[in-house]
């Protein structure tokens, strides 16, 4: 550890990234080589190996005190800040949907708590709302887990399915609470890249190329956030053959899964016993307060992950279940098509500007890279904070990506455009 804090403070005045794939191979094959001779178990010594590896990146991290590191979560409170001191801010930084929920939702919030349903309740969710989620997506209600929001459904699975040192597959630019949810279970990520010019799609050999004896699950989100990517077929079945072939899950966020240009394939319809979809009320409704999200998977990991839930907050508040089946019954083409409308207005208006992008196939966000050479991330978004405009910086959604900023569509139209006339003025600036 005093080594690695060595290492961290070189790494930092060189400008080097803290983690190096090619070195981390090398070490894997030395450790196995090694274990092999003295007779120790091999998957052991690889989860003792990542265990050391996460430490060691840990304190070579804290060498770094860049504020690249800032999410757009970070960007949303010192929004907030600014708007507390009595200045306006148009907020594009965060993927809450600027119209409410479906209007019934009151009224069934009322209802719950007149009829007394304000108890515990089965750690998976009430009967009547599992049923009915199973239902739609072709489960049955012993597959089906309400959890509190999608973020935890990702949580849940990643610890009640995995052991400390063993290793999770991240394909970025992608949302930084799979990472998170794996530092804090004291599980390793590999990151997968994809780029602008490859049109973010992953390559499958690069995947295969990642697995270790310590690999026990490939975490897909698609629609994808920040870029809006969805997978081309081919892609996904590449990809699920090669969790069948090593016998990994596959963890796959689909929250943005009904806010799609092009057809999107649900990782359910490939029918993969090894598989968990995420899915949540926060996107789809407008219910991002409402902290609602489910699970569905096999019956064998729902028990699993329902452990951990019952362990943890027993259950989701009973009257907040029967909103989200109130919700079930309502419309949201009306919240797609809107978003839509806006995704549009950002990519009209990012045409004429020194940005480069890949339209987006789905979810509320555009992905543009910086082509002005004098702004990296980090100073075009303090740059328009100054300005009144909060959008993410690119860098929050994975390391290489400190040229991007994500801007979510979720303002009316006419917000957009002055944020983007902002963004057009700031861009010119650092040009001339």
Known sequence: MELAQKIGGIKTKLGMDVTNDRVESEIRKSVLDLAHQIGLDPSYSSRLLNLLLIESVGLQRKQKTLSKSSSHLDILMRARQIEASGRQMIHLEIGEPDFGPPPSIKDAFA??????????????????????????????????????????????????????????VVIEPSWPAYADCAALNSVKVNTIKTTLENQWSPDVKEIDDAINDSTKMIVLNYPNNPTGKILATDTIESILSLAKDYGLYILSDEVYSKYCVKKFKSISEFNYDKSIVIESFSKTYAMTGFRLGYVLSSEVIIKQIAKLLAFAMTSVAEPLQYCALNALETEYITNVEETSIRLRTLVERLKHMDVSFVNPDGAMYLYPRINTMELDDTSLVNLLLERGIAVAPGSAFGSSYNRFIRISATQPAEQIEKAMDILENCLSLKTQ
């Open 111 to 168: 209802n719950a708590i007149t009829s007394g349903c304000y108890h515990y309740t089965d750690s998976r969710g009430i009967e009547v709302l599992r049923e009915k989620l199973a239902l739609i997506h072709g489960y049955t209600k012993e597959t089906v887990m309400v959890t509190p929001g999608g973020r935890f459904g990702v949580y849940a699975s990643i610890a009640s399915l995995l052991k400390p040192g063993e290793e999770i």
